[in-house]
C-alpha cells in the first residue's frame, strides 16, 4: 500500500539516527508528520517549525499537492509511532476528522481531533493521546502552530485518566 511505501522509504533513510533519538534527550521529540493534499502545505509549516525548536520529524508524506487519499498517511504516521520511529503523531486534512480516524485504526494509537491549545492540551493530559490531528480548512496557519506546541508541552496526568486510557487500549 502506499502509506506503506511513504513508511518504508521515511524510516530506512534515517532509522538509526530515529531510533536512537527517540530516547528523549530533553525537550526534544521525534514527531511523525503525515497529511493529504488538503493538509501538505500546513504540514511542511509545521515540519519547519519543529525543525526550528531542534525537534527531529519523520514525514510520512505526502509530498506535493497532488489529490491522495488520507487513510494512507493517516495509517503512515500511526504506524510510525506504534513501531518507535516517533514518540508522537501530528495529522493534517481539510478538516482534521478523517486522518484521525485512519490514524485512530492503528492498534495503540489514541488520536485526537484537535482544534485549539485547549482541546490540544487535554488530548495530552486526559486521554494521553500519541496522534493529534488538524484541519488545514478550519485553523489559520499560527493556530496550527500553537496547539502543536501546546500538545508537545502538555503532559499525561495519569491518576483517574489512566484506568480510561487503559480501557480505550484494551478495546
Known sequence: MAFEAALVAT???SRGKIAESTQRKGNVSVIALGAD??????????????LGQAHEVVDCGTHDESRVDYPDYGAAVG??????????????????????????????????????????????????????????????????????????????????HQGRVEKLDAL
Open 37 to 50: 493534499h488538503a493538509g501538505f502545505a500546513l504540514k511542511q509549516v509545521i515540519i519547519q517549525h519543529l
Open 79 to 160: 504506524l510510525a509511532v506504534v513501531n518507535g520511529d516517533a514518540e508522537y503523531g501530528v495529522v493534517v486534512c481539510g478538516s482534521g476528522i478523517g486522518i484521525v480516524m485512519a490514524a485512530g485504526k492503528v492498534p495503540g494509537i489514541r488520536a485526537a481531533t484537535v482544534h485549539d491549545t485547549t482541546t490540544a492540551s487535554l488530548s495530552r493530559e486526559h486521554n494521553d493521546a500519541n496522534v493529534i490531528g488538524i484541519g488545514a480548512r478550519i485553523v489559520q496557519e499560527q493556530e496550527a502552530l500553537d496547539i502543536v506546541d501546546a500538545y508537545l508541552s502538555a503532559s499525561f496526568e495519569g491518576g483517574r
Open 11 to 13: 524510516s530506512e533513510d
